[in-house]
């Protein structure tokens, strides 16, 4: 079976540092690259048991950033993006709802316009990696 090159996005917090212990157990031989912005539901620590994986990468930075998530996809070859990295505080919300906004629409805007570039519209020679997830939806 190929390699999944896996991007986990808010993979600090607790769900994605759950799936992260979890898929490395279940696929020890897949290469996972974190992404996080270390904000409130962010705790590094939560990692430590796999930092020092020859597998693992850790990152931290914003999704909003579109240059950053496309040097992470082309520099580990990773083809496959699973995404946690939210703001889901409600109570967060009332008092600074540009932060949801920001992350929630406009990181998700960012994953999928740096996935685009890097998979569809510049795609890398990635050896025997599984063919894009989004080769079937667009057409050039």
């Known amino acids: 079976m190929n390699q999944r090159r896996i991007l986990v996005t808010g993979g ?5 540092t759950n799936f992260v212990h979890y898929w490395l157990t279940k696929n020890p031989n897949d290469y996972i690259v ?10 590094r620590n939560n990692l430590l048991t796999v930092e020092q994986l020859p597998n693992f990468k850790f990152v931290q930075g914003d999704i909003c950033s579109t240059e950053l998530i496309e040097e992470l996809l082309a520099d580990y070859n990773l083809n496959t993006i699973v995404h946690f990295a939210a703001e889901s505080h409600v ?19 960012s994953l999928l316009k740096a996935a685009k570039k890097i998979w569809i519209d510049e795609p890398l020679s990635i050896g025997d990696s599984p063919p894009s997830p989004f080769s079937s939806c667009f057409n050039r």
């Open 91 to 109: 109570d967060r919300s009332i008092t600074g709802p540009d932060a949801f906004i920001e992350t929630n629409i406009l990181g998700t805007h």
């Open 12 to 16: 600090a917090g607790f769900i994605g």
């Open 34 to 43: 974190v992404i996080d912005a270390l904000t409130y539901a962010g705790n």
